[in-house]
């Protein structure tokens, strides 16, 4: 079971990294990266080292989906504007 949730944390923090270079789909991943890191982190320890990178996956995955959200709007902006 434990190793079950830290490939879990993993996964959200690869998922995570993978939200940021992604233009159009970056949100998608992002929020799977925030689920699988949700998931994980509900049976994990405090004290258990992998739990960092279930945290790594929720920052990188909300920072994935705020860009994506800000290339939208840019794309929006100048579409409708210029």
Known sequence: ??????????????LGLLSLPVPLLGW???????????????????RNPK??????????GVVGIVMDLGIVLIALIIYLFL
């Open 1 to 14: 079971m434990k190793r079950e949730e830290e490939s879990k944390a993993v996964t959200s923090l690869v």
């Open 28 to 46: 998608l991943l992002g929020l799977l990266a925030i689920g699988y890191a949700r998931a994980a982190m509900r049976k994990m320890d405090e």
């Open 51 to 60: 739990r960092w990178y279930a945290v790594a996956g929720i920052v990188s």
